[in-house]
């Protein structure tokens, strides 16, 4: 059994590695009192005003008490972020950093916009860890990417994946949980969908670039698909060859 989680542990990517590590090593260190969530929560004021610029990533990297809804969390963080990194990242480790790290400023601008609007500004004051919601962003871009795939949700009934982030959402309010954070996981998701997938398509420009240095920081190597033996390939039509 360890063997097997350990073999599991080792086959994940390293970004998807590295980020449930983080996770699960900063929510038990908070559970056994060894690390305050106090130093970890996003405050703006103390961020600006006393440099504590920690906090804009360690509210991402815990999950609150570790209860069923923190084993439910990193399941969804283990299973859509691996799926992400393997299938639509393959290849592309500095892109996958880069799609995090921009959901992490979006998720950070929208709390710190929302606080200041008012009758929001009490809902928004409340959310001082991001880290499910980011989790949730994920969920919502690999939904969005594999539409089509059949799920079954607790063996009640079956749906496509596209439906996947709204069914969760419900069972968060069915629950008694704030919709807000799932919301904003799915926002994020959108906003980075839309600009990295219909934009392009719509205007044949990218406005997400992965920076250089992140693309330094991974040696990826190029995605090869391997041609089978004994295929043949059909040759060109006529037509085709001697166009003008």
């Not at 360690?58 to 084993?71: E, I, S, V, W």
């Not at 990194?85 to 995090?100: C, I, P, Q, V």
């Not at 839309?194 to 693309?215: D, G, I």
Request: net charge positive; charged share 15%.
């Amino acid at each position: 059994m360890a063997q097997g989680v350990e073999e599991w542990y080792k086959q994940m990517p390293i970004i998807t590695r590295s980020y449930l590590t983080a996770a699960v090593v900063t929510t038990v260190g908070c559970s056994l009192d060894i690390i305050s969530p106090y130093s970890l929560y996003l405050n703006p004021t103390l961020v600006v005003k006393q440099h504590q610029y920690w906090r804009l990533v360690t509210n991402f990297l815990y999950f609150r008490k570790m209860d069923l809804d923190f084993m439910f969390h990193m399941f969804f963080l283990a299973r859509y972020c691996k799926l992400l990194e393997e299938n639509s990242f393959r290849g592309k480790t500095a892109d996958f950093l880069y799609m995090l790290l921009f959901g992490a400023t979006v998720l950070t601008g929208i709390v710190l916009l929302g606080g200041m609007i008012p009758y929001l500004s009490a809902s928004f004051a409340k959310i001082i860890f991001l880290s499910n919601s980011l989790t949730f962003m994920m969920v919502y871009v690999w939904s969005k990417q594999n539409p089509y795939i059949h799920m079954s949700f607790l063996g009640l009934f079956t749906f496509t994946a596209a439906y996947l982030p709204w069914v969760l959402l419900g069972f968060s309010v069915l629950v008694g949980a704030s919709p807000w954070v799932d919301l904003l996981g799915m926002i994020a998701g959108h906003a980075y969908y839309f600009l990295s997938e219909v934009y392009p398509r719509m205007t044949n420009r990218r406005l997400l670039k992965t920076p250089a240095f992140l693309k330094a920081l991974f040696a990826d190597e190029p995605v090869v698909v391997a041609r089978p033996e004994n295929v043949r390939f059909a040759a060109a039509p006529f037509d085709e060859i001697h166009q003008d």
